[in-house]
């Protein structure tokens, strides 16, 4: 909690911060602060060390996502952006599925400060290498500027706002939407299924494990498409697949559904980013971006314990129903001003 909630709330001052110092720095910082972070955290010798460090962990990251998406797309041609981000996505989906694999080998050999500190190493040695790489690229590290990429963009953030606001509004309910059902799926399947907390806890690794081939698809898909389709086709399938979790049976149905959630939400993810780095200037695409983060982080925080509430009173049934209308609700509504919005 102590560092989901910084990480959060460090989108913001971090994508404004990129915007004025250089994404290039602000990622080396979040890389090797992280890694710093994570070492104090394995040779914390008090819970209030612990909770002090992993504030700390959560602040250093959260200068990653703000500064590394518009690197990504700076690197490559604006035709083949959304695949670029799906590719960059993947390595977010394989730290979800294999570090607490490897964490809880780590820890099960030398306890649970090991995969803090072991882990640490590689991870500072990662964001010197990659402050390195991007000194030999000094087109994709300059500092943005307020001038257009093309002459005949206008410069003035306001301009994008019609298109922007209810393209957010809509990413950001379905993220939240999304994370909090998926916080509650082992409970659903103990509860439903009367699985063993252990593998109820493990099949949410079935979920993003689809990100692995998923996002680099979803980007893809974007380019070729057009990124408001996509990710208006694709929220509006979210919805039914969360009222199918009631229906489905054990096994090798609730495994397909898992992974259908997976395969959805990781073709939505790079196409959201692209579209919203596409209709922004360029000396503010961290700035928005740290905002797109954060709205995601805290609407998660803020709708995770409303749905757990519904769930206590109404039971998994109407809750996940409830929240797969929601979802095909808001996503119509902005589809009246999307739909037309050239990409």
């Given at each position: 909690m102590a560092f989901n909630l910084a990480y959060g709330i460090s989108q913001l001052p971090s994508g404004w911060l990129a915007d004025r110092i250089g994404p290039r720095i602000l990622l080396t910082i979040g890389t090797v602060g992280v890694a710093l972070a994570g070492l104090l955290v394995g040779l914390s010798q008090t819970y209030v060390m612990t909770i002090v460090f992993l504030v700390l962990m959560g602040v250093a990251g959260g200068g990653y996502h703000p500064s590394a998406?518009?690197?990504?797309?700076?690197?490559?041609?604006?035709?083949?952006?959304?695949?670029?981000?799906?590719?960059?996505?993947?390595?977010?989906?394989?730290?979800?599925?294999?570090?607490?694999?490897?964490?809880?080998?780590?820890?099960?050999?030398?306890?649970?400060?090991?995969?803090?500190?072991?882990?640490?190493?590689?991870?500072?040695?990662?964001?010197?290498?990659?402050?390195?790489?991007?000194g030999r690229h000094p087109e994709i590290n300059r500092l943005p500027k307020a001038t257009p990429e093309y002459h005949d963009k206008p410069q003035s953030l306001s301009s994008y706002l019609p298109r922007?606001?209810?393209?957010?509004?809509?990413?950001?309910?379905?993220?939240?939407?999304?994370?909090?059902?998926?916080?509650?799926?082992?409970?659903?399947?103990?509860?439903?299924?009367?699985?063993?907390?252990?593998?109820?806890?493990?099949?949410?690794?079935?979920?993003?494990?689809?990100g692995l081939w998923a996002s680099p698809l979803g980007g893809h898909m974007s380019d070729r498409l057009?990124?408001?389709?996509?990710?208006l086709v694709a929220c509006l399938i979210t919805g039914p697949l969360f009222c199918?979790?009631?229906?489905?049976?054990?096994?090798?149905?609730?495994?397909?559904?898992?992974?259908?959630?997976?395969?959805?939400?990781?073709?939505?993810?790079?196409?959201?980013?692209?579209?919203?780095?596409?209709?922004?200037?360029?000396?503010?695409?961290?700035?928005?971006?740290?905002?797109?983060?954060?709205?995601?982080?805290?609407?998660?925080?803020?709708?995770?314990?409303?749905?757990?509430?519904?769930?206590?009173?109404?039971g998994f049934y109407p809750s996940f129903t409830g929240a797969g209308i929601a979802i095909v609700m808001v996503t119509l509504v902005c589809a009246a001003f999307l739909w037309r919005t050239r990409d």
């Open positions: 998406a518009p690197l990504v797309s700076r690197a490559v041609e604006p035709k083949n952006q959304g695949r670029a981000l799906g590719f960059h996505q993947m390595g977010g989906s394989g730290s979800f599925f294999l570090a607490p694999l490897i964490s809880a080998g780590i820890a099960a050999h030398w306890g649970w400060r090991a995969p803090f500190i072991w882990l640490a190493i590689p991870t500072a040695l990662f964001g010197i290498t990659f402050y390195i790489l991007l922007l606001v209810p393209f957010m509004v809509l990413s950001v309910f379905t993220q939240a939407i999304n994370f909090s059902i998926i916080a509650f799926i082992p409970l659903f399947m103990v509860d439903h299924f009367g699985v063993a907390e252990a593998a109820a806890a493990a099949s949410i690794s079935i979920i993003y494990s689809a057009g990124k408001v389709r996509v990710v199918l979790l009631n229906v489905v049976p054990y096994g090798l149905g609730i495994g397909a559904l898992l992974f259908m959630i997976g395969i959805v939400m990781h073709i939505r993810m790079p196409s959201s980013e692209s579209y919203i780095i596409s209709q922004t200037p360029e000396h503010r695409r961290s700035t928005v971006l740290g905002i797109y983060y954060f709205s995601n982080m805290e609407a998660g925080g803020v709708l995770s314990p409303v749905i757990g509430s519904c769930i206590d009173r109404f």
